[in-house]
């Protein structure tokens, strides 16, 4: 479900999400929308909801995010991130199902909440160095879009999609397709049905703590894809299904 709302400076602000149905969120990402000078702020429920990594920058893990995660929505501090008095907000939260699991599907044991129906995987884990090294996914089939971030220190988030096969980019960056770190990052192995397989490169599997996001489209609810611009005042129509 997404959300915007106006800052009151509050705190400790309850926002509700407004859809057709409860949903307490397990990923929150939003940030301040009417001025610039603010980052994405990233937090899920693995790692708790005050545990935060912003996406356009490489800063380490830090503890201001939210306050909690709701029922029905979320609490919010006053931070600039998500609650200063008189700022535009948006924020956009993603349920995973049922609750924190440890997952041995691949050689390193991981953290995972998994939603199987949306298509949609927390996974946090330990680094271990190695190249071949698996991580379980816990979707069932394989993900589109790949999304790691190191947490326990700084640097880029590491991110791949199936459009772009044997490529790689950064979410954090500017930079094209990178293809000489689709062996650092992925072992050169696509994505499968159970686990991901991961290099040794320091953004996805050096030492420290890390944090995957994991998607698969889903008919009627998410889509991945990619468009070419056409420079049209109009833009490129992008079919979603």
Known sequence: QNITYSGNGNTSRSITYTGNSNMQPDL???RKTNAAGDSWYWVNSITGATERIMSDNANAQDSYGLVSFNSDGF???GNVNANTNGQSYINHGFHAAGSNTSNSDGSITANIRANTTSKFS???YTGNGSNGATIGHGLGVAPDTIFIKRTSSADDWACW???IGNSTLRLNTDAGEVDSKWGGF????TPGTSVVTL???NQVNGSGTYIMYCWTGV???SSFGKYTGNGSA???FVYTG
């Open 28 to 30: 929150c990402f939003g």
């Open 199 to 201: 290099g040794s490169d």
């Open 234 to 236: 109009d833009g490129a």
């Open 186 to 189: 992925f072992n050169s192995t």
């Open 161 to 163: 999609h199936t459009i």
């Open 122 to 124: 927390i996974i946090r």
């Open 219 to 221: 008919q009627g609810f």
């Open 75 to 77: 609490t919010a501090n």
